[in-house]
């Protein structure tokens, strides 16, 4: 089980994340203080949305490419310190 909360900084970041809470697959609070810390705390506290949510994820086959992450970033680097060599 995963969640993850981002500040996203930029529109192109906002309407990705809002696209995707449209769909139900996030729940997505709007860049103030109050709604940062009110929607993670409802969606907690509702096991059905959470339920729901994590049924759309599955339907949506959203997976996470995390895992691959620190062999690209090896790959990316031992690249780069070839180029610069």
Request: glycine residues 6%; contains cysteine.
């Amino acid at each position: 089980k995963v969640c993850v909360a981002t500040g996203a900084d930029g529109t192109d970041q906002v309407v990705r994340a809002a696209t995707c809470a449209a769909r139900g697959l996030v729940a997505f609070a709007p860049r103030d203080a109050g709604s940062l810390a009110d929607v993670p705390r409802t969606l907690l506290a509702d096991a059905a949305a959470r339920a729901v949510m994590r049924r759309r994820v599955v339907e949506f086959g959203v997976t996470s490419d995390l895992p691959q992450a620190p062999s690209a970033l090896r790959q990316l680097l031992t690249s780069n310190m070839a180029v610069m060599a």
